[in-house]
């Protein structure tokens, strides 16, 4: 499909399009529609971007239907084509993603978090927020989905052992991942995490609420554009200040997606936990007697005599949790859809 000379692919660039994305396009069979990318969804609404600017659309109730099929659905960070009908704009097609990040919600279902993500910037803050173990499922949930991991640990005025905070989130996220202890209120965050910032990059904002994510945006921008919020005196949590995820582009050229604070991280059930967060058991588990080693009771098991007991409790939980996401996912995922009859009775 010729791109519209209106929406070309410099504008489009401005707002994430890449390599990807061109061959996502040239694949569809008979697209039909301008590429444009969701920046905002509302409960009734998306808001889509062209390049230009942001318009409402709604999504095409064929197409709707279609991603319901499969389970799927729509998220910030996608590239769509839109069209307008009877005087109203609608989302047509769904190209297909480079990457999305999944969270499991309560009910058995998942969350979207954010789709076509490059660098997700893991936020912790250095006060009462510090969270290795939370940190843990947040590398795993991240590197499932194939996005790149960088780790900031915000408020170092408020750290008990910067030091030691800092080893310890190093040993845990491996030599491999880029980790940094910045204030987020000051603007050298621009030149710490410059090299994830260029043109046709998207990054998102994932963390607790109050550690400094939106923040952490204005401090990118230049500019108070973000709500922020002050986290309670007495425990240091966030007061769930940004309530929906929303993506903007940031003057060094990259996209960004801030988020709200997430309570509690719950495992998506595409995680590897032994291969994405644990390679320390991976090693150690050829030493085992029993190949298949579940690492408990058994006689002879290297990881429980060569790990840590806090490591090894937080593998077990994490293992435990992975495997009941991913048998309750099966399960629901084999419930025959209700047909009206079926219903009826
Ligand atoms: N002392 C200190 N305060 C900080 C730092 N970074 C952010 N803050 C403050 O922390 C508070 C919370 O920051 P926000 O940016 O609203 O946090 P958030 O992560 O966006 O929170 P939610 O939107 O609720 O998820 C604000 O009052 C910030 O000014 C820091 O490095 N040090
Ligand atoms: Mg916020
Ligand atoms: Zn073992």
Redesign the pocket.
């Known amino acids: 499909m010729r791109l519209n000379p209106l929406n070309d692919e410099d504008l489009l660039r401005a707002i994430g399009w890449n390599a990807h994305c061109a061959a996502a396009l040239a694949a569809l069979v008979n697209p039909q529609g301008r590429p444009a990318r969701i920046i905002e969804q509302h409960r009734g609404h998306l808001v889509v971007h062209d390049g230009q600017r942001g318009h409402k659309a709604k999504t095409l109730t064929a197409l709707f239907d279609r991603l319901e099929i499969t389970g799927d659905g729509l998220a910030v960070g996608d590239w769509v084509l839109i069209a307008e009908e009877g005087g109203s704009l609608y989302v047509h097609e769904h190209l297909p993603r480079a990457s999305l990040l999944l969270r499991s919600r309560g009910d058995n279902g998942v969350q979207r978090i954010a789709a076509n993500i490059d660098t997700a910037l893991l936020?912790m803050a250095l006060d009462n927020d510090f969270s290795p173990n939370r940190l843990e499922r947040y590398l795993l949930m991240v590197r499932a989905a194939n996005v790149t991991p960088v780790v900031i640990l915000?408020?170092?005025?408020?750290a008990t052992d910067i030091d030691a905070q800092r080893a310890e989130v190093a040993a845990l996220a491996g030599p491999a991942t880029p980790l940094f202890v910045l204030?987020?209120?000051i603007a050298s965050a621009q030149q710490t995490l410059a090299p994830w910032l260029a043109a046709g990059q998207t990054l998102v904002l994932l963390?607790s609420?109050?550690?400094?994510?939106?923040?952490l945006v204005n401090s990118l921008m230049g500019n108070e554009l973000e709500r922020?919020?002050?986290?309670r005196a007495y425990d240091d949590r966030?007061?769930?200040?940004?309530t929906s995820r929303s993506l903007r582009t940031l003057p060094q050229g990259a996209c960004l997606i801030d988020t709200?604070?997430v309570r509690e991280l719950k495992l998506g059930g595409e995680e590897d936990v032994t291969a994405d967060a644990f390679e320390d058991i991976a090693e150690l588990a050829h030493s085992c007697r029993f190949r298949d080693c579940s690492h408990g009771n058994e006689p002879g098991c290297a990881v429980v005599a060569g790990l840590p007991p806090e490591r090894l409790d937080n593998y077990r939980k994490l293992r435990d949790e992975l495997a009941a996401t991913q048998k309750r996912r099966l399960e629901a995922a084999s419930v025959p859809m209700p047909t009206r009859r079926s219903k009826k009775r």
């Open positions: 936020v915000t408020k170092p005025d408020r204030d987020a209120r963390g609420s109050g550690v400094g994510k939106s923040t922020t919020g002050a986290t966030g007061r769930h200040t940004t709200p604070g």
